[in-house]
């Protein structure tokens, strides 16, 4: 019994399929990777900051703190304040606009650094990688409380990622926070 389609028409009728069904794939990636392209995202680089410094219990007043944050390869974004007559500082919450989360091998991390220079030397007030772009409730909770006194040593600490338990956050700093269950 010989077959409907000689063997050369059936081979040629395989690679038609073949590169219709890859030209289709094809397309809907690259319709989707252009309009991706064109989307930009909220990150939450860092929330309110708030804290005060103090050198063996005494205000330090006058005293440039800088924070600098920087988002998976941007470049670092710097503010500075100065803390008031009761050693008190802020930093506004800091969030921009990226197309980096569209991307298929984005892997979210925000470098936050805040720090002083006092009498020649660095003081580390927070430091940390943070995952992921949206707000943290634990790291607002302790960036809203920094109490940090130039004569402690820093340290590194654990605490609860609400978001992700299985993630705790990291953090090394020379600040102190009242003792709470995270």
Known sequence: MASAFPHQKRFFVIVILAVSALLFLLSTQAA??????FKKYDVHLSPEVHGVITNNGAPVVGLK???????VGDKELLDKTVTDKNGAFSFAEKNIRSRRPSSMFHEARIRQIIDVDYQNERYLLWAAVMTGIAPSEGVAKKLSQLNCDLSDSEEYYEFDNIESPDNPHGVESICRWELTKD
């Open 32 to 37: 989707t990777t252009m309009f991706g392209l």
């Open 65 to 71: 703190v800088f924070r600098g944050l920087t988002y």
